[in-house]
C-alpha cells in the first residue's frame, strides 16, 4: 500500500478516555431503560451524537484521505472489539490494505468505503478472537494478568464495572454495543456491517443491555 502513514503525534491515542465514552453512554442508556421500565428500546431509536462527517461531498474520496480521516476512529472501534491496541492497529492496517489491493486509489465503485472499511474490521476482530480462543485451548492462562496501571488511574471504578459487565457478553452483543454506543451507528447500518437483519440486532441489542444491568445489578 503507498499511502503515507501520518506521523503518531498526528493521531494522538487516548484508550482511557475511549473507553470512558462508551462507558457513559452505556450508562445513561442503561439508567434510561431503567427510569423507562422497559427492555424493548432499540438502538436506532436514540439520537445520533456521533462526529462522524463525510470526506468531502459531492465526489468520492480518495483512499488517502480515507485513511487520513478515518483510521483513528477505526482503531478505536478494533480496540474495542479486540481489546488489544497493537492487533487493533494491524487489524486497521490490513484493512486498509486490502481495500487499496482490490480497488486501488479511487473508490468511486464503492457505494460507501467507510462502510466497507468497517465490515473489514469487525470481520478482523472476529478472527481475531477465534485464533486466540484456539490459542488458549492450548496454553496455560498467565497468571496475574492485570491492566496497565495508568488505566487503572485514569478509568474510574464505574467505567471498569461496565467494561469488566461487557467482556462478558457474547461477541454478536459486544460488537453491536459497540457499534451503536461508540461509532453511533443507526439500525440499519449495524445490521448491514455484521450481516443482520434490523430485527435481530434490536433483539441483541436488548439483551445485551438487560445482561449488562443485571450484572452491574450483582456487583452493587
Known amino acids: 500500500m503507498t ?12 484508550r482511557p478516555a475511549s473507553w470512558r465514552r462508551l462507558t457513559a453512554a452505556l450508562r445513561a442508556r442503561l439508567l434510561a431503560r ?9 438502538p436506532g431509536t436514540e439520537p445520533r451524537t456521533g462526529t462522524r462527517t463525510t470526506v468531502e461531498a459531492g465526489r468520492p474520496p480518495g483512499i488517502e484521505e480515507l485513511y487520513h480521516h478515518r483510521r483513528l476512529s477505526l482503531v478505536r472501534l478494533a480496540v474495542l472489539l479486540v481489546d488489544d491496541l497493537p492487533t487493533a492497529e494491524d487489524v486497521v ?5 486490502a481495500l487499496f489491493r482490490r480497488h486501488g486509489h479511487r473508490l468511486a465503485r464503492l ?4 462502510a466497507y472499511l468497517r465490515t473489514s474490521v469487525v470481520n478482523a ?5 477465534r485464533r486466540r480462543r484456539t490459542a488458549r485451548a ?10 496497565a496501571p495508568e488505566e487503572d488511574v485514569l ?3 464505574d467505567h471498569r464495572e461496565v467494561l469488566a459487565a461487557l467482556g462478558t457478553l457474547t461477541r ?10 461508540w461509532s453511533h451507528l443507526t439500525e440499519a447500518e449495524i445490521a448491514t456491517t455484521l450481516g443482520l437483519s434490523r430485527g435481530a440486532v434490536k433483539s441483541t441489542a436488548s439483551r445485551a443491555l438487560d445482561a449488562l444491568g443485571r450484572r452491574l445489578e450483582g456487583l452493587r
Open 3 to 14: 499511502t503515507a502513514t501520518p506521523p503518531a503525534t498526528a493521531v494522538p491515542w487516548e
Open 34 to 42: 431503567t427510569r423507562a421500565g422497559t427492555t424493548q428500546a432499540a
Open 93 to 97: 492496517q490490513d484493512a486498509f490494505t
Open 111 to 114: 457505494d460507501d468505503p467507510e
Open 125 to 129: 476482530a472476529r478472527s481475531v478472537l
Open 138 to 147: 492450548h496454553t496455560p492462562v498467565p497468571e496475574g494478568h492485570a491492566p
Open 155 to 157: 478509568l474510574h471504578e
Open 172 to 181: 454478536r452483543q459486544r460488537e453491536v454495543l459497540v457499534l451503536r454506543y
